[in-house]
């Protein structure tokens, strides 16, 4: 079957640097994505990757290995507003998203 | 104003009400989705709409019931829900679908809870 495990939650220190990571089985590939969602917000878009290797993006980056089935989201210089759920989806050969459960990711001072 | 809007964002209804969940997207996006969200599970594809035809239903159970009048407009009709629907409603748009390029935009979603 297809899944996405990701970890239910982590805390952070301000300042600091978290990695969260994300493991994929899919039929088929065409991408991982990675959304963040504020509680009671919709999700916004934070990065796609499909080859495999790292996107920068300001403080924040993601990591891809096809041959491993894994991603991760590495968020630089942590704020408080950093604090939320993210969210691993990989695409599959329909072009369906397959979707992980979550992170939530709590900052502290 | 955000891309996706949805009304109510909050919805409480018994069993046997009729309610209707409404979302607009003000994109020019061609594709529009439902989605259901959970606590701690992820994101269930409900329906997809690609020009206004429905083109994905995963097993949805009948007692909800989707709309799409145009390219901006997407509904969701309730009725005789169970309290194992509460949850978060999303609503999304993309320009197309079957683009891995092309980026969803959802809305902040409906909260509902059946009593």
């Known amino acids: 079957g297809q899944n996405i495990d990701q970890p239910t939650e982590m805390t952070a220190t301000e300042g600091a640097i978290v990695q969260i990571n994300c493991t994929y089985q899919?039929?088929?590939?065409?991408?991982l994505f990675w959304y963040q969602q504020h509680a009671g917000e919709a999700p916004t878009f934070l990065s796609y990757?499909?080859l495999d290797g790292l996107e920068e993006k300001g403080r924040f980056s993601s990591f891809l290995s096809r041959s491993k089935g894994y991603s991760y989201l590495l968020l630089k210089e942590l704020q408080m507003k950093d604090s939320a759920s993210y969210l691993c989806?990989?695409?599959?050969?329909?072009?369906?998203?397959?979707w992980g459960a979550g992170t939530k990711l709590i900052i502290k001072p | 104003e955000t891309g996706v809007t949805q009304t109510p964002r909050h919805l409480v209804m018994g069993m046997t009400n009729k309610k209707s969940l409404k979302c607009e997207q003000h994109l020019g996006h061609n594709a529009m989705y439902w989605y259901k969200q959970s606590a701690k599970k992820p994101l269930e594809l409900m329906f997809v709409y690609s020009l206004e035809e429905r083109v994905e239903n995963n097993s949805v159970p009948s007692r909800f019931s989707p709309e799409c009048p145009n390219s901006s407009h997407l509904f969701l009709h309730l009725h005789t829900l169970q309290p194992e629907d509460s949850a978060l409603y999303l609503c999304?748009?993309?320009?197309?679908?079957?683009?891995?390029?092309?980026?969803?935009?959802f809305g902040e979603g409906s909260w509902l809870t059946v009593v």
């Open positions: 990757n499909v």
């Open positions: 989806a990989a695409m599959d050969s329909n072009y369906q998203l397959i």
């Open positions: 999304a748009s993309s320009q197309d679908i079957g683009d891995p390029a092309d980026t969803i935009y």
């Open positions: 899919t039929s088929g590939f065409n991408g």
